[in-house]
């Protein structure tokens, strides 16, 4: 059974960096890509960034100079790291594995991690 | 990047009743769209893809259509559990964009 499930605080001061981890069950990470997707309290989704089953990346020109993802195959977790966060940061932050297509099209999605950014 | 432009924001409809809710793209991309569910509370889910195929489970009674650049997603006989958010989706260029989101309630 395909799995993913993100984990990480639930509050983050302002400018310091955020850290999730998703954790993916009932498929490779060698085999799949998987995005991040976030979505603020109310508001609609915004896709952050994708690791590909090669190990390469590529994010979202808005957030690009403020994000990182990597992964650890062996462990099935990959990870997400944004630092400076501000306010408008907070949001229900989304692992999703990309259907085994060229196309990116989301096929599973992670339960979400709600991130507040305040002091 | 690809602006995706959903209508109407919100809709009310009757159980039974053919709903359907479209998605605009600012540029042509092909039959790259996706469609999405967020139930109240859940993760999104996947629904369509290549503008006209059912993901895995989802029911016969949705379907999703194209026009140009005009992208459609109907469903032909709502009912309760239907009852979310659709969010398309651009899969044609990096970044993948999402429409607004259209909010379906029940009458």
């Known amino acids: 059974q395909v799995q993913l499930k993100e984990s990480g605080p639930g509050l983050v001061q302002p400018s310091q960096t955020l850290s999730l981890t998703c954790t993916v069950a009932?498929?490779?990470?060698?085999?799949?890509?998987v995005h991040w997707v976030r979505q603020p309290p109310g508001k609609g989704l915004e896709w952050m960034g994708v690791i590909w089953n090669t190990g390469g990346t590529r994010y979202n020109s808005a957030l690009k100079s403020r994000l990182s993802i990597s992964k650890d195959t062996s462990k099935s977790q990959v990870f997400l790291k944004m630092n400076s966060l501000q306010t408008e940061d907070t949001a229900t932050y989304y692992c999703?594995?990309?259907?085994?297509?060229?196309?990116?099209?989301?096929?599973?999605w992670g339960q979400g991690a709600s991130v507040t950014v305040s002091s | 990047d690809i602006q995706m432009t959903q209508s109407p924001a919100s809709l009310s409809a009757s159980l039974e009743e053919i709903v359907t809710i479209t998605c605009q793209a600012s540029?042509?991309?092909?039959?790259?769209l996706a469609w999405y569910q967020q139930k109240p509370g859940k993760s999104p889910q996947l629904l369509i893809y290549g503008t006209t195929s059912l993901a895995d489970g989802v029911p016969s009674r949705f379907s999703g259509s194209r026009s140009g650049t005009q992208y459609s997603l109907k469903i032909s006989r709502l009912q309760v559990e239907d009852i979310g958010i659709y969010y398309c989706q651009q899969a044609s260029s990096t970044p993948p964009t999402f429409g607004g989101g259209t909010k379906l309630e029940l009458k």
């Open positions: 999703a594995r990309n259907l085994n297509t060229l196309a990116v099209v989301m096929d599973a």
């Open positions: 540029q042509n991309i092909g039959n790259w």
């Open positions: 009932g498929f490779s990470l060698t085999s799949y890509n």
